[in-house]
């Protein structure tokens, strides 16, 4: 068996930078071992080798919409636009999702947790160089719309795996699915990780405490009324989260209007239930819709797993995981570098479940990249 023998600057292996190391791969990317420097024969690079990277938020379907909606008009607007433009001819949506998935494997991505409303992305994910975990989207705010929407989503659901890409069921956010269609997606959650958008918006927050918002504007331009709500009078996470009980990994995705005792609540619940949870931060979405970012030291405080998602490029100038990490890095720069590549590497892959990715160990084929201390890209390595 040919083996390789590389070195740089610094090798970041999932949860340590170190220095005075060199890594063994064969000819396939699999790491033979990791082994102390004083050795012939080693290639040597500038910069720090880490991990493949992982996109745990995307929305793949998309992508034909990068740059169709303006940027800081707020969640409800941007959720309208969508619904009016995801609809275009077939091949160019086709087109979009292969030109994006061969992007991010290019700019180091490994493995996408992706949300899927269609069955667009299949063709392309059975070639791909990624490793997927598709989050199957229901919505429907209305309870008496709620076994129709399960069951279309069991529909979607049987397309993936008839085609041998692992999927789950999973909600839209807190905003859009009733209490009926939770119970449903919650009796088929044992065992599955399930990805939510939460609290994305301060609107969805004054919905559940009872204040007035532009929620009520949204539904009565989609012409629906919801009167019939009746608020829990608590943050939206406290009040849905019992309602996942059942799920073994639990993906908050954004998280820009949770406050520390949201945090709190959720992690102790968590913890009681046994249930993995992990707060996927999408900086450059969150600038793109609201023009805010969550409250990441409080995240940092709380000891909480965080990954990255870069969501979709409805909401994204590239689907990039290094532009999130630098988004961060420039917004809050007591976040180390260190604590920044573990987000995008080992707990990306802890969230997804991709036990042979996001670490740089003798066994694992992880994929290996090549970056510089200000987090661009110089090269992918394998
Ligand atoms: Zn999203």
Redesign the pocket.
């Known amino acids: 068996m040919a083996v390789r023998k590389i070195k740089a600057d610094k090798l970041f292996d999932g949860e340590k930078l170190l220095t005075g190391k060199i890594i063994v791969l064969d000819d396939e990317g699999t790491i033979v071992s990791i082994e102390n420097d004083m050795q012939q024969d080693v290639a040597c690079f500038q910069g720090i080798l880490t991990p493949g990277f992982i996109n745990c938020?995307c929305?793949l379907e998309l992508s034909h919409l990068h740059g169709a909606i303006p940027k800081h008009t707020g969640l409800v607007h941007f959720l309208l636009a969508v619904l009016k433009l995801r609809n275009h001819e077939e091949n160019m949506i086709l087109d979009a999702i292969a030109r994006q998935d061969a992007l991010m494997y290019e700019r180091g991505i490994v493995a996408v947790g992706d949300?899927c409303n269609t069955t667009h992305t299949i063709a392309r994910k059975k070639i791909s160089k990624i490793s997927y975990r598709n989050f199957v989207e229901t919505m429907g705010f209305f309870p008496e719309i709620a076994d129709a929407r399960f069951t279309l989503a069991h529909t979607t659901l049987q397309a993936f795996e008839a085609n041998e890409q692992h999927a789950a069921i999973v909600p839209h956010a807190p905003y859009s699915v009733s209490e009926t269609l939770f119970r449903k997606i919650n009796r088929e959650a044992a065992g599955k990780i399930i990805s939510i958008?939460n609290q994305e918006t301060a609107e969805e927050n004054k919905l559940f405490l009872g204040h007035p918002g532009g929620f009520e504007n949204f539904y009565k331009q989609l012409g629906a009324d919801i009167s019939f709500f009746v608020a829990p009078f608590k943050n939206s996470l406290q009040a849905y989260l019992p309602l996942l009980a059942n799920a073994k990994k639990i993906l908050l995705?954004?998280n820009s209007f949770t406050s520390e005792e949201d945090v709190a609540f959720a992690e102790t619940f968590a913890m009681e239930k046994n249930i993995a949870l992990y707060w996927i931060l999408?900086p450059n979405?969150n600038l793109y819709i609201e023009h805010t970012l969550p409250d990441v030291e409080v995240f940092i405080k709380y000891k909480c797993k965080l990954a990255i998602?870069t969501?979709?490029l409805s909401?994204n100038d590239e689907l990039d995981v290094l532009s999130e990490l630098r988004t961060l890095k420039q917004h809050f720069p007591s976040i180390s570098t260190e604590r920044l590549l573990q987000m995008a590497t080992c707990e990306g892959a802890s969230a997804l479940g991709f036990s042979g990715l996001g670490r740089i160990e003798s066994g694992k084929k992880p994929g290996i990249n090549l970056v510089d201390e200000n987090l661009n890209l110089i090269k992918k390595i394998t």
């Open positions: 938020h929305h949300i958008h995705v954004h999408c979405a998602g969501d979709s909401s």
